[in-house]
């Protein structure tokens, strides 16, 4: 008998939330026998919810904010990437019942720069702002495509030296103020500004000729950031829903086996923005 495996995201706020959109596209295209649902779970009822999730059949399961931390001590055991990034975005059921944690956001964006937008990493400049969670899961997957310098800027300026100390100086970190003058091939913006419509007070002229903006966050209007990008006339000025659909690809592979087309599900939710 082919049965329904059931998966969920969690988070606070998700109502809003396109994953269950996606897998279930994910889950049409590759016949697969699914159902994916949102959850609101807050920090505190966290452990309880998931435990009760798995317990009832549950097979795999996604985490954003602001659980992706807990996810992590959760995990019985993660993924290389995960540990990396001490944040873990999915949860999946390993048949001898423990739970297997990975980060998937990082090859996430990786996957929609390379593939979605033709945009080369190596031997560019690149600047990210913020050192938080968002930060965390992308920086081991940027590094793996060796720009030719990477720095990471942020409002507490010793959150992202603390940062670059644990990821052995493989960057450099500095405060806002000190990008005055600096030219980038890639700017990321991985704070939590655009949550609220803000922007990290950037100097301007940060971008090169073709230099081009990725924000991480995602709306259906353009962000702040993506507004910045276009206002610097960068080439190109982009928000995470690609990286949003490419990550959930990832999900999907590894708790289905199979890789889904993920452009098709990408120009369906751009043509209903
Ligand atoms: P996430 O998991 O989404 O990365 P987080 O760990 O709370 O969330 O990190 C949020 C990041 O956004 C931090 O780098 C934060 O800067 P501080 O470390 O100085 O707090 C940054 N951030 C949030 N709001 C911001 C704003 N309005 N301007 C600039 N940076 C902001």
């Known amino acids: ?15 809003h939330s396109k994953s269950p959109r996606i897998h279930q596209l994910f ?39 602001p659980l992706k931390e807990l996810a992590w001590q959760f995990a019985n055991k993660k993924t290389e ?11 999946a059921l390993q048949s001898d019942g423990t739970i297997l944690g990975d980060n998937t956001d990082g090859i996430g964006l990786v996957n929609d720069l390379v593939f979605n937008h033709d ?10 702002l913020g050192a938080g969670g968002a930060t965390r899961g992308i920086l081991s997957p940027l590094l793996e495509q060796q720009p030719d310098y990477l720095i990471v800027a942020n409002r507490s300026v010793e959150k992202a030296a603390a940062l670059a100390i644990e990821f052995n100086n493989k960057f450099t970190s500095c405060s ?22 803000e922007l990290p007070p950037l100097p301007p002229n940060l971008l090169t000729e073709n230099g081009i903006c990725y924000d991480l966050a995602y709306g259906n209007l353009p962000t702040a950031f993506v507004r910045w990008g276009t206002s610097q006339n960068a080439r ?27 452009k098709s599900v990408i120009e369906l939710l751009n043509s209903e923005r």
């Not at 998966?7 to 706020?13: E, K, L, N, R």
């Not at 945009?119 to 990210?128: A, C, D, G, H, M």
């Open 119 to 128: 945009i080369e990493l190596k031997n560019k400049r690149i600047l990210i």
């Open 81 to 91: 990437r995960a540990e990396f990034a001490k944040a873990v975005n999915t949860l």
């Open 27 to 65: 889950a049409m295209q590759t016949h697969q026998n699914l159902d994916y649902i949102a959850q609101e779970v807050t920090a505190n009822n966290f452990i309880s919810t998931v435990e009760n999730f798995f317990k009832k059949g549950g097979v795999g399961l996604n985490c954003t904010v």
């Open 236 to 262: 190109k000025s982009l928000d995470g829903l690609g990286m949003l659909v490419e990550q959930a690809a990832e999900a999907f592979k590894l708790w289905r086996g199979i890789q889904p087309n993920t």
């Open 176 to 197: 806002f103020d000190a990008l005055s003058g600096e030219k980038f091939d890639l700017i990321f913006n991985a704070t939590s500004a655009s949550l609220n419509d």
């Open 1 to 15: 008998m082919n049965t329904i495996n059931h998966y969920a995201v969690f988070g606070s706020p998700i109502s």
